[in-house]
């Protein structure tokens, strides 16, 4: 238990305050049955159709969810960071099967438990329940919105969106560094990676990007360039 204490007090105020409070009525049995995990960059952790035996809290790290389903297609469609519960939606909806296959995109750490110990836990703390619905139906609107956006978009705009939504989610001191390949980048945005290159190019050559070898820079002028761009086409893109 005191492994998962010190790595809660460990974290940022912002994830260490939401850990905090989404464990606030956690009982000693629930706490002692964490486990403290570390799983290196590009690992399939829970897999599409898997039967629902974990349950992983993200504390440390960015994972992605990649779709599968269409033959020789494969589309990252959601980033997360932290702090991000997996496992919880297919026991909410009362799914035996997880839904989406998940990857680390860098090294990640969680907090780990048996799915019987959170449903255990769940079903008797109701504050616990509202606080991972409330971030389950909040991911879900913002996802639908978003695949919306992107229906409408077309090219450098949709690459321009991904950026706008990273830089949101994870800009350490106004500076968003963005480590996808072009790969990536194609897969996130339904962009072939010889269009992805082109608008790259674009965008670098006027000046709302940077490059830093093969990392895209955005601070927070080229972000607001950017977001300035988007909401000439987009009424209230945040």
């Not at 494969?74 to 799914?95: H, I, K, N, Q, W």
């Not at 090294?107 to 019987?116: A, E, T, Y």
């Not at 389950?136 to 939504?165: A, I, N, P, S, W």
Request: glycine share 4%; charged share 30%; hydrophobic share 40%.
């Amino acid at each position: 238990m005191k492994e998962v204490t010190d790595l809660i007090a460990s974290l940022q105020h912002k994830d260490r305050d939401y850990l905090n409070n989404f464990l606030a009525n956690a009982p000693k049995w629930l706490l002692e049955s964490f486990q403290v995990v570390h799983i290196k960059k590009n690992t399939a952790f829970i897999h599409e159709n898997a039967e629902v035996n974990t349950v992983y809290i993200l504390v440390e790290g960015i994972v992605k969810a990649t779709d599968y389903r269409v033959y020789e297609c494969v589309y990252d469609y959601a980033r997360f960071s932290p702090v991000e519960t997996f496992g919880a939606m297919e026991f909410l909806v009362g799914c035996t099967k997880y839904k989406t296959t998940l990857i680390t995109e860098t090294d990640c750490r969680f907090l780990r438990i048996s799915k019987d110990q959170f449903e255990k836990w769940m079903v008797s703390d109701i504050h616990a329940v509202l606080m991972q619905v409330n971030s389950m139906t909040g991911y879900m609107l913002e996802q639908v919105r978003k695949e919306r956006l992107f229906l409408l978009l077309q090219g450098t705009d949709r690459l321009y969106l991904l950026f706008m939504q990273m830089y949101q989610k994870s800009s350490d001191h106004k500076v968003c560094r963005i480590r996808l390949t072009r790969k990536e980048m194609a897969g996130s945005t339904g962009l072939s990676t010889k269009t992805v290159d082109r608008c790259l190019r674009e965008m670098e050559k006027e000046g709302s990007i940077a490059k830093e070898g093969r990392t895209i820079l955005i601070d927070e002028k080229k972000y607001q360039m950017i977001e300035k761009l988007i909401s000439e086409k987009i009424d209230n893109v945040n």
